[in-house]
Each structure stands twice: as C-alpha cells, then as structure tokens.
C-alpha cells in the first residue's frame, strides 16, 4: 500500500456518522488532500450499524481502497435491544466488532471504551496481536460528557484521530468555525484539543500518518448526485417531479432546494407515475424538465416512460438504483436494474439510457441526456446507483465552470411555424412535416400556445398531425423515423468525444469490460496489474443505449480475454454486450457482486487472476467463466 | 417572442365562434350514434367560444377510453395520454404555462378507478384546472365492463353474478379530496352543461364536472338521464353550495338518488375564494411570475450556473 490514510468512522445510524465523515474529508481535502467516501447504511431512522470511510492521498482517489487502515469505532446509540441478538446479533458491539474482518494488517484501533466492550468480541487480543493492530481505548463519551455534551464525542473521536495521525487540527476547526455558531464552535473546538491531548498521552506505537499534499487547482468535495444535479441546473432543467425513495431522494433534495430559487419549479407529488407524467405535462408546455426515482418507483413510471417515446415528449428520467428485486436492500448499491431501465415498458423501446462512471461523467452525461432529449424527442435514462449517488470525492472546480445550455432542442419560434408544413385541416404536422430533418428522425416540434403550431400528441400510433391511425404504412413510416433517431443519436455520438473511456497497458492480452459506477474501482485495478507486469486494460462503457458498438468490438477484438465486471447476479451486462454484438460468448468472462457492497480493487485483480487459471471469486464476488449461464 | 402575448385570465373577453374548435376536416366522431359524449364535445365547444378563447389557448390532455378521444375532436393543442394520466400532466402544463387554458377529459374508470390516486391529490392541491369526467357507469370502449360508478348489482361479463360493491361516490369525492367547484350535469341537458362548464373554466382552481353521459350500447338497461333536475331550478332543495356540510349533505343525496332512478344536476359546491394551487406556490416564491415556458424563448434571459453554488462544497 502507499502512505494514504483509509479511516473508517463507525457507530449507529442517527449518530452523525456521516456529516462527522464529510466534514473531515473536506478538512483534508481542503489541506491539499485527495479524498474519496464509501457510504455503508442501514434502512433505519435511528441506530444499526452504520460507516463511512474516508480514503485519503497526495495523489488522486479513484474508488473506495481494499479494506482500511484507520478504525474510529463510536458506540451505537441506539442499538436493538440485547434479546434481539439472536435476529441481530449484539448491535452495541458492532461498531468494533462488525469493522475488524476489512481492518489492514498494522492498522489503528480507537474505540469508544465508554460504550465498547472489546470482551463480548470472540479472540479479540489474539486478532489484535495477529495482524499488529495498534489499540488506543479512549472514554470519548466521558470525555465529551465532561469537557462540553455528550452528542460531541464525534468530535472527541475526530480530535484523536488527528493525534494519533499526526494531522493539525486547524483545518478541522476552520471548516466547523464555517459551519457552526460561536458557543457551539468553542465547545467543540475545546473537545479536539482536549481529545487530541489525551490520545498523544498514549505512546504511538503505529506507522501511520497522514499524508500531505497540495492541490493546483480549486477543488469542490462533490457527490454522483451533485453532479447530475448541477449538469440539470446547467442544461436549463427547471423543472423537477418526484416521490421520495432512496437513493433518488439525494437529486430530488437537491433540485427541490435549488430550482425554485432559479425561477423554476419543483413538484413533490403522489406517486412515481404522477412523477413522471408531471415531467412530460411540463416539457410539452415548452420547459426543460427531469423526473426519476430508483427501482421500485422506477417501475412505476414505465407508462410514461413510453408515453413519452410514442408522442416523442423529450424528457429526463434518472435511476438511482439499489439492491433488487421488490424493495430489496433500500440503502445498498446494486447494478440490477440494467434491463429494467433498457427494456421497460410495452412495444419497442426507443430511449437513450446513459451510465456515468464518476461524479464529473454524472455532470457532463446529464448535461448530454437533455442534449440528446430535446434535440431528439426522446427520453434519455440516466442510471447510476447508491454507490455513486453518495460517495463524495474531490473534483477540480472548473468541471462546473461552463456555460449554461437552455436551448429547447427541436423546437419552432412563431417565425419558422408560420413557414413549417400545415395539413390541409389547418393543423401543424408535428409528426413529420420537414422532409430535411426527417432524415434523422426529428421532426422539431411547437409548443402548446404558438400561433399555428396546434396538433394532438398521442399515445396511440398516430399520423403526422398526431391524430389517431391504424393504418399499416403510415404506421410502419412512423416507427421507421422513430427508431431512426437513435442511429443519428449514435453517429452524433460516435462523432463526439468518447463517453467510453479506455485505461490501461497500449497492447494488453487481458481486458477488463465494465459500465457505470465501477470505473475508478476497475481503473485502480487495472493500475495494479499492470504495475505487476500484466498486460490489461479496460474499457469502462457509459452509452448503453444506443450501444457502441464500434469501441467495444474495437476492445474486444484486441485483447484475447474480457473478465466483465458487474453489480448484479446474472450477468446483464455481459449479456447486452453480447446481444448488441452477437459474439464473444466464448471470450467474456463474469466477475459479479450483488452482496450490497461496492466492489473492492482487489477483488477485481484476483478475478483477472481468474482468466489465467487462479482462483479468481473471493468472498464477496461470483465468477462465472465463459459458456456458462 | 415566439408566443402569441397570453391574454389575462381575469379579463372580459369578447365571445369568439365556436366553430373554429371543430378542426378543419371535421372528422367522424367514433362514438356510437346517441352517445351522451356529443354532448361533451358540443358543450365544450361552446363554453370555450362562448368565454373568448381562441384553439391555440387552450391545452385539452385527455385519458383513454371513448372519452379520451374528445381531443381528436376539438380543435386545440391536445394531449392524448395514459389511462387514468390525465391530470398529472395537466398539471404540470399548467404550471410550466399559466397563460394556457388547461382542460383534463377522461371517463369513469379512468378519472375514479386507475387514475383515482391522482384525482384525489389533483383536488387536494387544487389546482387551476377543469376536469371532465365522462360518467356513463360503465366501460365503453372495453364493451360494457362493470367500472367503479355501475351500481350494486349490476352485472356484465367480468361480473355475471352483479357488482357486489358499493359504486365510488364521484362528487364526495372531490369534495374531500379538496376540489373547489364540484358539479355534476349531464348531456342531454346541453344548455346546463355549456354553462357549467363555462363556470369550471373561469373558476380559479380545480373545477371538477362530473358529466353524466349515457352510453346506448354497453348501458342499455341503464338511464338516458331523463328525465333530470337542476338542483339550483328545483324549489324542492335548497342548499348552500359555498358550505362544505351542506354541500356534502346534498352530495351524498344525489349519489344514492342516481341509483334509484333520479338525476339530479346542477352545481354542488363552490369555494370561491380558496386560492389555486398556483397562487399559493406564487406567493410563497416557488412559482415564477412569468410563465417559465417563455423564459426559453427569451433571448435575453439570465440562467444560473451550478458553478455559483459550490461554495458549500469548497
């Protein structure tokens, strides 16, 4: 390993581990630190087990790191009641108990000794002399209790982490001096030094230190969900429409917070496929507007979602999605819904699916999805998950430094109405009336209150003014120019810069093919095995729909073997690949996780291991070699 | 600007002609000869030229069903949806746009059975909307299903032994649900309908018309809606439709009467002076003055930057 610091902060839910989390990861980011979290929650309002690691780094911090090397463990304050431990095991104890199997050789213990009890854990002096951990018991409630209130020992906790790493104070003071009154700033400010006085009492006898670095540039500490968030805000999204549900709920917050501010709207309304709906009433009407949830509520808006391709209403839908299927495991990562937001509503489907592969990727995809959908007339799915929705990394401020893209698409003014091909009735024919760019399937709309733009927008197959027919040419015509649209969104696509990204050896034997969220995981991975000699790239995938195909038979065919790596049980990407390319079943391989947790670089390393013969699952992971189902 | 300039909602508007909402090929309505739904579409037609309002205002989002395809035959901008979506996308045009007149359409099962989650919520939030509910107390289109307005017992082919449930109580429901103007008028009484409809429209708020419409060939057994009562004509009730116990008490009364035979009509509830859902949201600043949907046509707009809002995360 290298001198970064992977600190893992544990305790129940409900106890501030997570705002204690974010705020030290900006103290380091602040002090020239390259930082990344890894959010691990439980569906509960008030206690269960629950972590954050902050994984830091003089150089930059693509994924969550194999394990951690710092463990900060809190009590629970709300742990189940001893008599549930037969359902739930001893939840008082898990704070350190349930962190030790991740905890790296040499690695650093402090634990709350006025809420822990190290005795109830099985071996754990021998674990401890085993792989050279170093323990420093500290009463951080008592200290807390004492020195200002109890709901502080965070901040005792924070105080000796900074002893024992060796890392000032100041930076931590400065951002809670941000954020914090003056009486509640000095009593927390007391704390750190209190703690950080009583943990330097200790003799260190760790390796461990925080490293130090700078950054050249302004960097913002930014989350998946803040970058599709601010690509909405940047693209003129105005409008936003949803239900709660996790981990959607992080964009719904955000947009709700900050559209109305801008002169925009935000609806929280009864149901997803109201949600939805509401989204294409509003985009109709002429305004730019996004809509989303995760799975379950996803599911709902599987009508509009094809109302919305049938009338060729441009939309916005985001999926966040979690551990499936039914409600599944709300608040844990999952890459399950693939085929779910591909195919997903009845006829042939004719949407543009895209699946960023990092926070500034969720900028510039959502972006590009209301690009594409006001363009093209569709609706374009942008899909991530819980990992990427909540893991908070440095990003350099001028990813956000762009112009703002209101542009409507393919809509008419007045001026070009009046000009635009009218049927004989007098109605606009919205549904084809420009023979140019009928070519690539648009046919660019007006908006409800133009003079001479009227027609009807209808789900049924509909003729070129959008009134109802049955008839077989025109229907035939009309699905032929629809789908036409997602060729020229292809070669737009194709014509632009690669949403695909390549990392790795120039001339490797060895591929590692995945999509989304995992990209940071797969490029640390790939940096290791080649570093050890190997020759491996990847090629991370974000277009899903339209595929592209060219880049990834490109890939392919370059290298003899493909380990695919996914979050999901049953391969759904391996198997789009292999539908869009009608080949290589005999070249990719599976790497799968699907036990709620993102995937660890090793794992992906021991996987690629697998292609030569080594035991390539661990205890998270499944593979599923070539030719099997 | 690339939008015709939006008259004021408020303002007395000289009457335009009615036939300019016939589109231009008249088309051959699919509805069955005798349908009460001709009776919508004329009222409609109507009440729209009678009010001043020009094709190109009004925005008529309608559901599936017979009912749904009013909008084949008005002209106007038109949104022909989901089963039981009307109003949810309604809503949101209305809002994306004040300047347009939103009407919603869709029949029985659509508006109170797939689409009752939003008729109740639509209501709650009020919003500045006419909803038209073509009420024949059957399904149509599907070729005579029980729908949740068929009385008790009535059977069909999903229900040969009868309906063993209580039928939905349409104006009840708006009422709790928080409509501000609930009416109920039937098409063959055309010169009720127009006006009620005429009062919807110009009601600020969500208008609910449940519009009786009979359907002579799935509901045969069933009434023409003759002969009917407008409650407001009759000496026989007196009620006042701005007080939500006495309206409830009306409402509730003329719900059992349909089941035994007498239609009573006319208007049933009023809150003038509720605000729409839109109001409110403009008060409070969470509703921009200007229509946003020109906002995208104006050259000269400022839009905000995300990058203005990382200070939080510096």
């Known amino acids: 390993m290298t001198g970064e610091i992977a600190w893992r902060i544990a305790g129940g839910s409900g ?36 972590y954050v690691e902050v994984r830091a780094d003089d150089e930059p911090v693509r994924a969550r790191g194999d394990g951690f090397n710092f463990l900060l463990a809190l009590g629970d304050s709300f742990a189940r009641n001893p008599k549930e431990d037969a359902y739930y095991g001893n939840e ?10 991740d905890l790296r050789e040499g690695g650093v213990i402090v634990y709350d000794e006025g809420l822990l009890d190290p005795s109830v854990i099985d071996d754990f002096d021998e674990r401890v002399a085993a792989n050279d951990w170093h323990v420093y018991p500290m009463d951080l409630r008592g200290l807390a209790r004492e020195e200002g209130r109890e709901v502080m020992r965070n901040t005792a906790g924070v105080g000796a982490t900074c002893a ?22 000095e009593a927390n400010s007391h704390i750190l030094d209190v703690a950080r006085g009583r943990a330097n009492d200790f003799d260190h006898t760790h390796d461990l230190r925080m490293p130090t670095g700078e950054h050249e540039t302004d960097q913002v500490l930014v989350s998946g969900s803040n970058g599709i968030a601010y690509g909405a805000i940047d693209a003129g999204c105005r409008f936003v429409s949803g239900y709660p549900m996790t981990p959607w709920t992080e964009v719904f917050t955000l947009l709700s917070q900050h559209l109305p501010e801008m002169g925009g709207i935000a609806e929280q309304v009864e149901d997803e496929i109201a949600a939805a709906a509401l989204a294409l009433g509003a985009s109709h009407a002429g305004v730019k507007a996004l809509s989303g949830s995760s799975g ?167 003729h070129p ?10 229907r035939v015509t009309q699905m032929d120019r629809r789908l036409r649209k997602l060729d020229a969104i292809r070669e737009r696509l194709d014509d632009g810069d690669t949403n695909q990204v390549r990392h790795g050896a120039a001339d490797a034997t060895v591929g590692v093919l995945t999509y989304g969220s995992n990209q940071g995981t797969v490029h640390e991975a790939v940096d290791r095995l080649v570093a050890d000699g190997h020759d491996v790239a990847s090629l991370s995938v974000s277009d899903l729909m339209p595929f592209p195909a060219t880049e990834v038979r490109e890939f392919l065919d370059s290298v003899e073997r493909c380990l695919v790596v996914e979050m999901n049980a049953s391969g759904q990407f391996r198997g789009l690949v292999q539908r869009e390319l009608g080949a290589y079943g005999d070249v990719l391989h599976s790497l799968l996780k699907y036990n709620g947790e993102p995937f660890e670089p090793h794992e992906i390393v021991e996987g690629v291991g697998g292609l030569d013969g080594g035991d390539p699952a661990t205890a998270g992971t499944r593979y599923v070699p070539a030719g099997s189902d | 600007m690339s939008f015709t300039p939006l008259r004021d909602d408020d303002a007395e508007r000289e009457p335009t002609d009615k036939s300019a909402f016939t589109p231009g090929i008249e088309p051959q309505a699919t509805w069955c000869p005798g349908c009460g739904d001709f009776g919508v579409l004329k009222a409609l037609k109507g009440a729209m030229g009678d009010l001043g309002y020009t094709p190109e205002e009004v925005l008529l989002v309608t559901g599936i069903g017979c009912s749904g395809k009013l909008s084949s035959y008005f002209e106007s901008y038109g949104y022909h949806s989901l089963h039981g979506r009307a109003l949810p996308i309604a809503r949101a045009a209305k809002l994306a746009n004040p300047g347009l007149e939103v009407v919603a359409a869709g029949g029985d099962g659509d508006g109170y059975g797939i689409g009752g989650n939003h008729f109740i919520h639509t209501a709650r ?60 008028t039937a098409a063959v009484n055309p010169n009720q309908a127009q006006e009620i409809l005429k009062e919807a429209i110009q009601h600020d708020g969500f208008a609910h018309v449940d519009f009786l419409t009979q359907c002579p060939t799935w509901n045969k057994d069933a009434k023409q809606y003759v002969p009917y009562v407008d409650v407001q004509q009759s000496e026989d009730y007196d009620f006042d439709i701005t007080d939500r116990r006495e309206a409830s008490a009306m409402m509730h009364d003329v719900e059992d009467a349909l089941h035994d035979g007498e239609v009573l009509t006319g208007r049933f509830y009023h809150a003038p002076d509720r605000p729409s859902y839109g109001a409110e949201k403009r008060a409070q600043g969470d509703l921009p003055e200007d229509p946003l949907a020109e906002r995208y046509f104006d050259d000269d707009a400022d839009w905000e930057r995300s990058y203005d809002l990382l200070d939080a995360h510096r």
């Open chain 2, 125 to 184: 939030e009020n919003h500045d909307l006419t909803y038209i509910v073509f009420n024949n107390e059957i399904f149509g289109l599907t070729k005579g299903q029980t729908s949740p307005t068929s009385p008790k017992g009535h059977k069909s082919k999903t229900q040969p032994h009868g309906s063993a449930k209580d039928p939905v109580r349409p104006l009840s429901l708006a009422l709790v649900g928080g409509a501000s103007y609930v009416a109920r």
């Open chain 1, 164 to 185: 024992l790493l060796d890392y000032p104070l100041d930076p931590i003071k400065e951002l809670m001096g941000d954020r914090m009154g003056g009486d509640v700033y």
């Open chain 1, 465 to 474: 003014t959008g009134h109802i027919s049955e008839d077989a040419d025109n």
């Open chain 1, 15 to 50: 106890d501030g581990i997570d705002s204690t989390s974010q705020n030290f990861a900006k103290a380091l980011m602040r002090s020239g630190l390259h930082v990344f979290t890894h959010r691990h929650y439980p569906s509960r309002i008030r206690g269960g087990h629950t």
């Open chain 1, 296 to 462: 379950g509520g996803f599911a709902l808006m599987s009508e509009p979602l094809g109302l919305a391709e049938m009338t060729e209403t441009p939309v916005v839908l985001v999926e966040a999605t979690r551990a499936g299927p039914s409600t599944g495991m709300p608040t844990k990562t999952e890459q399950g819904d693939l085929e779910h937001v591909l195919y997903t509503s009845q006829g042939d489907s004719c949407r543009v699916v895209l699946a960023p592969g990092n926070q500034a990727e969720a900028y510039e995809q959502t972006r590009l999805a209301f690009e594409i959908a006001y363009d093209f007339h569709l609706p374009v799915v942008v899909v991530y998950d819980q990992k990427l929705s909540g893991e908070l990394r440095n990003v350099d401020a001028a990813v956000f430094d762009r112009e703002p893209s209101p542009d409507l698409g393919a809509a008419l003014t007045e001026e070009e109405l009046s000009e635009a091909a009218h049927h004989a009735a007098g109605t606009f024919e919205r549904y084809q009336h420009d023979a140019a760019s009928a070519a690539e399937g648009v046919s660019p709309r007006s908006i409800p209150g133009q003079a001479g733009g009227r027609f009807l927008a209808s789900g049924n197959e509909h």
């Open chain 1, 92 to 101: 008082q104890a898990k704070p350190l108990a349930e962190n030790l199997d």
